[in-house]
């Protein structure tokens, strides 16, 4: 077989591309993976998941220092953050996770080949190589996954000095006296996380009425109530119009979503979190005549095919699917396995989502608002940490709670949604509810070790019957 002929080829190492690419392998396809970055793991290991959580965590440390350790009587004066040994933390983390990719593809016989790759025609992936010239790739199947972009928000031009994107949000060099976060999803409120806890101002602007639309509007309350709490400031109803850099940082141009006058607000550096789009600029997919929608999504069909024979589309590169890390990986199994004639596919109604603020949030499933407008009948538990006594021996008690949606006849589990400490590793136990059709008797009736905040996801379970024991 020639060097340059494979079964599989995968234009980007991100979550989506880099597993599917090892399940292919795997499979006993013969399969290549083509990367332009430099480093592997896409956005979500170099840029995104990974950084921002390593930061996440050592700006969580110095808060619970700064804040908390009182209450436990532990003293701890005189504390200071050394910002250029943090930073260097999260690069080494994310070098460590990126390195180990590669192992990865040696181990399984996966072949990376560093480059730019582009459509040339029916099965040809034509990589400009980074090490210089030019390689073509004779691929039966070839795999976009090429993950997404920052969107950009007109009147304001982000330099990755004043005002910034989530990449320019992970490494500044200072603790910015005022940081404003233009969106109030999940990606701007973990990194206004981050440096609110390192003793930045932080202004949210949000052009809706609530914070990260799309999660359950209870949730979504509690976790503006709870961030309000840490100092974050809120102006929901709110656009940027502009943004003009003045001596000491911006100026921004606000007007209210519903139209009004105009207003300013000063800052020292401005973050533009408001979504991202899908990365398909350069891959000569109009050319080889794929489909693309305004937007630049890539429709597929249920197998993940694009409307060209051959030509594969997964992960953020897909539309009205949620970008998620864990969604495109399991994406990219499936379709190895279709690839490999096995029969696969993913469950979108059982991805979680998880906001990794603190609280933190974590869902999977439908919200109540979204059971409503469907006229779907239901039945609640819900069951507050404040009653859990490891969340109140730990000091995590606050505000938070398990809320499960079962459906009113059938008591099958419909969603779950958590606010609280760990909510993003408790609502592994509600996916695999979910995934294999169990009621919330089911979990009801699974013993939950004690004392463990788990324990809540029992007592929201006995509370859809209205029978918690324990409050």
Known sequence: MSDDRFDAVFIGAGPGGYIGAIKAAQLGLRTACVEMRGTLGGTCLNVGCIPSKALLQS?????EADVEFARHGINAANLSVDLKTMMARKDQVVADLTT???????KNKVEYIPGRGRIAGPGQVHVALSAGGERTLTAENTIIATGSDVMGLPGVEIDEKTILSSTGALSLSKVPKHLVVIGGGYIGLEMGSVWGRLGAKITVVEFLDRITPGMDGELSRHLQRSLTKQGMEFRLGTKVTAAKKVQGGLQLSLEPASGGDSETLKADVALVAIGRKPFTDGLGLAEAGVTMDARGFIPVDGDYQTNVTGIFAIGDVLPDRPMLA?????EGVVLAEKLA?????VNYDAIPGVCYTWPEVATVGKSEEQLKEAGRAYNKGR???????????????EGGFVKL???????????????????GTMIAELVLALEMGASSEDIALTCHAHPTLN??????????????LNS
């Open 59 to 63: 700006s969580h440390l110095y808060h």
């Open 100 to 106: 180990g990719i590669a192992g990865l593809f040696k």
């Open 405 to 423: 949606l079962a459906d009113k006849e059938t008591d099958r589990l419909l969603g779950a949604h958590i606010i609280g400490a760990d909510a």
């Open 383 to 397: 069951f507050s940490f404040a009653a859990n006594s490891r969340a109140r021996s730990s000091g995590d008690s």
């Open 341 to 345: 004639g096995h029969t696969a596919e």
């Open 326 to 330: 864990h969604k495109a990986e399991e």
């Open 455 to 468: 324990e809540a996801v029992k007592e929201a379970a006995l509370a859809v019957t209205g029978k918690p």
